[in-house]
């Protein structure tokens, strides 16, 4: 008999699973469906809430809904940005959680076919009094900086601010922004029936697996997990190959295998496309013949990622990428007619799913709020680090591939700077979070923070553009969490309307507590502005 919980589903997920079958699904499929229902992929608590928030605007060149949102400078070129978090695998391995945070927000931005440029670190932890907590804060620091460094990307600046509720639940919110000449522009959909599946990067292994289902529950002294580590030299091969794929027109479709592995990246790319996908799971590199498919198929593994090419363009693919001998390369699926994903390995099918179920197919849940008896009080959050950076961009040919990156230096104000002196533009990145406000006004709370980074961004000459959230609590399950939540994101999406700043994309967190004790709610905003140089 199946236990739902061994796949963190629930007993109504399931009976919805097998109605959906019409029959009980295999070990490879509840994997399947334990990933993409899972909170980190599927927002099922959060969707309809999600709904509520402005994301048009005449200059919003890509909403929600791809790897990142896009925003128009000029005729030309277009910022590209996104903010994630990585909380739960940076408190278990403090460096490499950091790091492949940061790795897995540049491949989703270059996904979106621009260089990435800078990083900025949004960090709440305990308090520094705790010998644990300095030492575990400086591997979350050195991991992100080594891996911006590797990668060729400059810091946009560091923010730390600590709090009791973060003792052993740290959170760890990085926003990456990269540009791309908008002619370049890239999307995730694997296109046309017949395209091929190119999986290049590092071979597939066993770490990371159940990394999703790990991301959405909450954490005690018995949690036990082994998140993957990354490679940056590698991620930056990465980088410039896909950069170097996307203007030469090699590729229609593309993503990084995140969350989920290649289960989210292949079922995503082919569901967007609207048709069928067929896998073969032995193609795929990897570290070790015994591997099974459940492992193939939900492994994290860093620095992969999978394009979408058509047949005929398949050797200008290959000949790009054997430039780049770190990375491997190899076809493991191609786009078929209808709507089922097939899933083989070892020469028998492993896995037989319609992808409408599987990626949209989770029963949408409803927060259920609660206002508290009596405000609650906290303890303040104390700011330990805040610094913004500004980078300066340039490049010899239009192309995202050819920028050349230099640290400008530390800016005094609050905002982080883009220098683009060959088309007289800075770009402006303020970022900010609610306080312990949140706990007794969670609408206020945020509504004040999208009102002050827009003012921030005004008084340094700045016009608003758009805005990248992250939300980060506790159990959405908890009435007083739930509140916090729904009218949290209320405030959001009226400050957004009231200021004209479009939310182009974002990052659901939940689940950050530690025996049952959730963190002081963090929402997260990431505003970027644009403003002429005379």
């Not at 992808?355 to 104390?382: C, H, I, N, Y």
């Not at 009218?487 to 049952?516: F, K, Q, W």
Request: glycine content about 10%; some cysteine.
């Amino acid at each position: 008999m199946i236990n739902p919980s061994d796949y963190g589903l629930n007993q109504q997920e399931l009976q919805h699973i097998i109605k959906g079958l019409q029959r009980e699904p295999n070990h490879v499929e509840l994997g399947i469906f334990s990933a993409l229902w899972s909170e980190h992929c599927s927002y099922k608590h959060t969707r309809a809430l999600l709904k509520q928030l402005p994301t048009e605007a005449d200059w919003v060149l890509q909403g929600p809904g791809e790897n990142a949102g896009v925003v128009a400078l000029d005729e030309d070129w277009a910022v590209v940005f996104k903010i994630e978090s990585h909380n739960h695998p940076s408190f278990i391995a403090p460096f490499d959680g950091a790091a492949t945070g940061v790795g897995g927000l540049v491949r989703d931005v270059m996904a979106m076919g621009a260089r990435p440029v800078g990083v900025k670190a949004l960090l709440r932890a305990g308090t520094l009094d705790d010998p644990k907590t300095r030492a575990m804060i400086a591997e979350i620091q050195r991991g992100a900086d080594e891996y911006t460094r590797t990668c060729g990307l400059q810091s946009l600046g560091v923010e730390l601010m600590t709090h009791p509720s973060y003792a052993s639940n740290p959170l760890v919110n990085v926003i990456v922004v990269g540009l791309v000449p908008r002619s370049r522009l890239m999307k995730s959909s694997a296109g046309a029936v017949g395209n091929l599946l190119l999986y290049y990067g590092i071979p597939t292994g066993a770490s990371g697996v159940d990394g999703a289902a790990f991301a959405s529950k909450g954490m005690d002294e018995d949690t036990v997990a082994h998140p993957p580590s990354g490679d940056a030299a590698v991620g930056k091969d990465l980088m410039m190959a896909t950069l170097e794929l996307i203007e030469h027109n090699a590729i229609v479709g593309l993503q990084d295998m995140g969350a989920a592995g290649l289960t989210s990246s292949a079922f995503e790319m082919v569901h967007r496309a609207g048709h069928g996908l067929w896998l073969d799971l032995d193609a795929v590199p990897k570290t070790s013949p015994q591997l099974s498919a459940y492992e193939l198929m939900l492994s994290e593994t860093q620095e992969r990622m999978l394009a979408a090419v058509e047949p005929g363009q398949l050797d200008a693919a290959r000949k790009i990428l054997a430039q780049y001998p770190s990375l491997q390369v190899q076809v493991i699926g191609k786009v078929v007619e209808g709507s089922s994903a097939v899933i083989q390995h070892h020469q028998q099918t492993a896995a037989s799913l319609p992808l409408p179920l599987v990626v949209d197919g989770f029963p949408r849940l409803t927060l259920a709020g609660q206002v508290p008896a009596a405000p609650a009080a906290a303890e303040p959050l104390t700011k330990v680090e805040a610094a913004n950076f500004a980078v300066s961009a340039a490049y010899d040919r239009p192309l995202a591939r050819q920028l050349t990156l230099q640290a400008a230096g530390t800016v005094a104000g609050a905002c982080a700077e883009i220098r683009l002196p060959q088309i007289g533009k800075t770009v402006l990145l303020r970022t900010l979070a609610n306080g312990t406000d949140i706990l007794q006004d969670p609408y206020q709370a945020v509504y004040s923070a999208v009102a002050r980074a827009c003012q921030d961004l005004k008084d340094s000459g700045a016009v608003p553009l758009a805005l990248s959230d992250g939300l980060n609590f506790g159990n959405p399950e908890d009435p007083f969490v739930a509140w916090q939540i729904t009218e949290g994101m209320r405030g959001l999406a009226d400050a957004c309307r009231d200021h004209h700043v479009p939310v182009i994309g974002g990052n659901v967190s939940l689940y950050n507590e530690t025996r049952g004790e959730p963190i002081l709610g963090q929402l997260f905003i990431g505003v970027i502005g644009v403003k002429s140089e005379a």
